[in-house]
């Protein structure tokens, strides 16, 4: 029931009477509900929501209407249909008294084909009036298997996803791993990945295919937005609900072409879209964040790296098991007859009574000790343990490695090192530490490896600069050292007591402190300098005199024999090969890629400092948008207006496996996003088509190809989108084989011949009577030029640049959002902070002062110059710039042009006057509408 009726036409209230109050309050609530358009509030859940309810009188609008695959219509003209799609196009021709354009020549068909499919000039064309029809699909199959066709078409849907490299906002910083997502968007081009795959994998790779790298870096969709990452704690809710909607608004845009995002504060004003299905939508990823993985993007290689590390491991493996069985057996008997008295124990291994530190560290089962957790900048270390019962002349500190350390340490600086600025000793006959100790006199200090002799040696160590000590760089980092520092006097075994040993680490780089390390006494005069003890302990040496005096116990053995290859250099050299070998590892490379998931970690930005929780375990409709306003939490869902009545999210949820660490929600949109049975994956297969046939035609057969809704154009060839994307599905969603089809139509082919009386009665081409000429994209004019010039570099993927004299492809520019590159802005390049469905082309001045005054551009024509055939310039210049030959007229006026630039630099004495007048000439054929408009 309609809450004001119009019986008669509206008049101003002094000239009639006012409403009835009770009309006026129906007027306010209808108001206070959102003002919707159709029938009163329905429950349908238990879930808040808004007024709006979908409708039958909804679903009517074509977009929302299951797809059909209309009959292909009969023409009178059939001779000039080559394909299906022909006959639908000349039928409303034929209906609106139009006809169609013949083909166009083959030159220009070519050139159409190449820069359509590669966005690359022709290679070789023809000067042919016709192409024959054998030649030009083998040509369309050429350009479709060039890599180049990934360049060019991932460039296209780059502008659909938003994508650039940097948050965006005042500070704009830098996403240097989000690069992937482009690299991933080549390859699945390339390889003409299904469709409904390539939406899945966007949407949740991570969910789809776990081990697949690819389907991770597909991820990259979802996080490639804006992001304000200067925040204060009253803006981090609001923030993260702005994140929800560029990815809720962007998959909305990009796959259904409907504005989904518009629904946030509201019902939608024209699209049957109620707030509640949008808070649905945005719930989808409610747990959904940006993140950095390492993945395996090379695992052929790592591969063959493993092979050939495990093929290398054994034979240094084998190799030590052959001296052991072998050389060592005899060099151990002979030992055991040629010495009648038993070596002694050289260094022995103080145990931590405690330890005293602004770090943590935990005891290790060598006694080594190990810092876990925080660490401060700079650090005192104060280890206390019982003195053994010997006379003791020295202290060791072993500095150790540990793959819990940066670089494997054994320091805790982000390169693996650190300064001992200070080391002093003392002894404590009380044996707990609170009488004042005795400080024992270090008079010598050597190491297995110090950074220099002098302020970071093992000497400065003991002396009274507190910025100076034993540090380790430039050889040391990633191994076992030690240092031995040798007592003036020796500590007596009568003195029983508590020695206490304190190590400073005061230098000013941060976090300059050993990790790990393990302290040792010896008694001996002049003991070894070298990483853990040449000498038994006692449990070693008891098996010595056992196996000496005949014992064949299997340990005993066992323990003697493995101190005794311990002492033999040729063992030593043996092990330490394997130990070297197995700590270089296999070599595996893994990179670092952007990808957005769930329970993974967070990337790092600028907002983090301030405690940004990337996200809130859960989604609420708000009121108007505004957070404050939560009217109550709300679950994963989908549009109701592109399922049938009755359909539940149930019909498209996937079981989850068991070792899942994400919700599976996103899955479950990706399904119902490609369900070629449901009109919400019948949709998307008509938004492709008309994405890629408006990039054939420069414009689709929708005009607003991101908006299907009410507010959107509607389709000048409905039936032909509908065959078209019933098609797409029934042959496995493949674009290549749509794009052939496309091309082999001879609408495709048609010529650009203008014909006045045909415009009056079309006068926007939208029935594709003719073809309409188009201006190529800034990426294509700048690689267009790259390639006539000789300079283009084909490398692909990897990181992009901010140099604009690149010379990759254009797609290789590093996206900056508050750096963009200038030609390129020149020529409608997108800002990139929203999906953008269709560039527009404007015509400024500064576009021919590019081409006449740039840097980049006169570089580019001295280039081209310099490539040109020196017997015949002219005509070389017009084929690699026009793929044609010039007219005699051009070639009058060229060679004219030439002698005129050459007297003009002789007269002003300028060396190699015609090498620069023919570099003006270049200039100028790149200064032509035929080098940047496409027929």
Not at 45 to 61: A, C, H, I, Q
Not at 149 to 173: L, N, T
Not at 388 to 412: F, H, M, V, W, Y
Not at 477 to 498: H, M, R, W
Request: aromatic share 8%; hydrophobic share 40%; charged share 25%.
């Amino acid at each position: 029931m309609a809450l004001v009726r119009h019986d008669e036409e509206p008049a101003m209230p002094f000239k009639k009477p006012k409403l009835p109050s009770d009309a006026i309050k129906r007027i306010g609530d209808w108001i206070d509900l959102g003002a919707p358009y159709d029938a009163p509030l329905t429950d349908v859940s238990s879930e808040p929501k808004g007024p709006m309810v979908v409708t039958d009188d909804d679903r009517n609008f074509w977009s929302f209407q299951p797809l059909s695959k209309p009959q292909v219509p009969e023409v009178t003209d059939e001779a000039w249909c080559r394909t299906d799609i022909d006959r639908f196009i000349l039928a409303s021709l034929e209906a609106n008294g139009l006809t169609a354009n013949p083909d166009a020549d083959a030159r220009t068909l070519m050139r159409r084909a190449a820069f359509g499919l590669v966005g690359l000039p022709a290679q070789n064309t023809s000067d042919q009036a016709a192409l024959d029809d054998d030649v030009w699909e083998s040509m369309i199959d050429e350009l479709l298997a060039s890599p180049h066709y990934g360049e060019r078409w991932a460039r296209h849907w780059m502008d659909v996803a938003r994508f650039a490299e940097s948050y965006g906002y005042e500070q704009d910083y830098d996403r240097p791993h989000a690069y992937h997502y482009r690299d991933f968007l080549i390859k699945a081009f390339n390889a003409d990945m299904p469709f409904d795959q390539f939406v899945r994998w966007q949407l949740a790779g991570d969910e789809f295919a776990p081990n697949d790298p690819l389907a991770k870096m597909a991820t990259g969709f979802l996080g490639a937005g804006v992001f304000p990452t200067q925040l204060t704690e009253a803006e981090f809710e609001s923030t993260r609900y702005d994140e929800l909607d560029d990815m809720t608004a962007t998959t909305g845009v990009a796959f259904l072409g409907l504005s989904v995002g518009c629904a946030r504060c509201h019902d939608h004003k024209f699209d049957p879209i109620p707030t509640r299905d949008y808070y649905r939508l945005a719930a989808t990823f409610t747990k959904t964040i940006r993140s950095e993985i390492e993945l395996d993007l090379d695992p052929d290689a790592n591969e063959n790296r493993r092979l050939e590390f495990a093929e290398k491991s054994k034979l240094l493996t084998a190799a030590i098991n052959d001296y052991e069985t072998g050389p060592l057996r005899v060099a151990f008997e002979a030992w055991l007859e040629s010495h009648d008295e038993l070596p002694s124990e050289d260094w022995i291994v103080l145990a931590a009574d405690r330890i005293e530190s602004n770090g943590t560290y935990e005891v290790q089962a060598d006694n080594s000790i190990l810092a876990t957790g925080s660490s401060p900048n700079q650090n005192t270390i104060t280890f206390y343990a019982t003195v053994p019962q010997k006379n003791l002349t020295a202290l060791r500190i072993e500095a150790l490695t540990d793959p819990s350390l940066p670089r494997r340490g054994p320091g805790l600086a982000g390169n693996g090192n650190f300064v001992l600025s200070d080391l002093s000793v003392a002894f404590d006959r009380t044996q707990n530490g609170k009488a004042t100790p005795r400080k024992i006199k270090l008079s010598a200090a050597n190491a297995t490896h110090q950074q220099n002799t002098a302020d970071l040696s093992v000497a400065a160590s003991i002396d009274d600069h507190p910025t100076t000590g034993w540090a380790v760089d430039f050889g040391g980092i990633g191994k076992d050292n030690a240092a031995v520092f040798t007592f003036a006097e020796p500590l007596l075994v009568e003195e029983s007591g508590l020695l206490k040993i304190e190590m400073r680490f005061d230098h000013p780089n941060p976090k300059h402190v050993l990790g790990r390390l393990r302290l040792s006494v010896t008694g001996l005069p002049t003991p070894p300098v070298v990483v853990g003890g040449t000498g038994p302990d006692a449990a070693t040496l008891a098996a010595l005199d056992a196996v000496r005096n005949g014992s064949q116990d299997p340990e005993q053995l066992k323990t003697a024999l493995n101190w005794f290859k311990s002492t033999q250099p040729a063992w030593t050299t043996l092990n330490q090969s394997l130990a070297d070998h197995i700590a270089k590892g296999a070599g595996v490379k893994l990179t670092k890629v952007q990808i957005s998931s769930e329970n993974v970690p967070k990337l790092e930005h600028h907002a983090n400092g301030r405690g940004y929780p990337h996200f809130y375990e859960t989604t609420h409709l708000l009121d108007r948008g505004d957070v404050h306003q939560k009217q109550g939490v709300v679950k994963s869902g989908l549009l109701e207006v592109l399922n049938a009545d009755g359909a539940d999210i149930s019909e498209w949820s996937l079981p989850k496996p068991e070792n899942a660490t994400t919700d599976f929600s996103r899955a479950t949109l990706a399904t119902w996003l490609t369900d070629p049975n449901n009109v919400s994956g019948q949709l998307v297969a008509r938004v492709i088509v008309n994405r890629i046939w408006q990039h054939h035609f420069g414009q689709g057969l929708v005009a607003t190809p991101n908006d299907f809704g009410f507010q959107g154009e509607r389709p000048t060839h409905p039936e032909l989108l509908d065959w078209l994307a019933a098609d797409l599905i029934d042959n496995g969603w493949k674009l290549k084989r749509l794009h052939k089809q496309i091309m082999l139509s001879s609408v495709y082919r048609q010529s650009s011949t203008f014909h006045s009386d045909r415009s009056k009665l079309d006068p926007d081409n939208r029935l594709l009577w003719r073809r309409t000429p188009r201006r190529l994209e800034a990426e294509a004019i700048r690689d267009s030029m790259l390639a006539v010039s000789g300079q283009l570099d084909p490398t692909m993927y990897g990181p992009g640049t901010l140099d604009v004299n690149m010379k990759r492809r254009s797609i290789y520019f590093f996206v900056k959002r508050s750096k963009l590159i200038p030609m390129m802005m020149l020529f409608d390049w997108p800002e990139h902070l929203v999906s953008i469905g269709q560039r527009s082309t404007t015509t400024i001045a500064p576009q021919a002062l590019m081409f006449m005054n740039s840097p980049q551009g006169r570089r580019h024509a001295t280039a081209f110059a310099a490539r040109l055939d020196t017997a015949a310039p002219i005509a070389d210049a017009y084929q690699l710039a026009f793929g044609r030959a010039p007219s005699t007229r051009e070639s009058e006026l060229a060679e004219a042009f030439l002698r005129q630039q050459i007297d003009v630099y002789s007269q002003a004495k300028i060396a190699n006057a015609a090498e620069a007048a023919l570099t003006d000439f270049c200039q100028t054929l790149f200064s032509m509408n035929e080098f940047i408009y496409v027929d």
